[in-house]
């Protein structure tokens, strides 16, 4: 049985060599989550949540799976 919380190993690697599609995937994932970070008194700062996700891409793009 899978965990449907959990990403799909094969997006992760299509989302490291650069996919935009297994990209997105990961971004709608963690949608709620980014939401959740980036509101202050009630209501979304864009600006960090662009900024949260900008991060993601980074972090995704940057990850080695042979450390």
Do not use: W
């Not at 899978?2 to 190993?9: G, H, Q, S, V, Y």
């Not at 900008?54 to 995704?60: N, W």
């Amino acid at each position: 049985m899978r965990n449907k919380k959990l990403i799909p190993f094969e997006t992760i690697e299509k989302a490291v060599a650069g996919e935009p599609e297994a990209i997105d995937t990961v971004l709608r994932h963690y949608a709620g989550r980014i939401k959740y970070l980036s509101t202050y008194r009630g209501y979304i700062n864009d600006d960090i949540q662009d900024r949260l996700k900008a991060q993601l891409i980074k972090a995704i793009l940057q990850f080695r799976f042979d450390r």
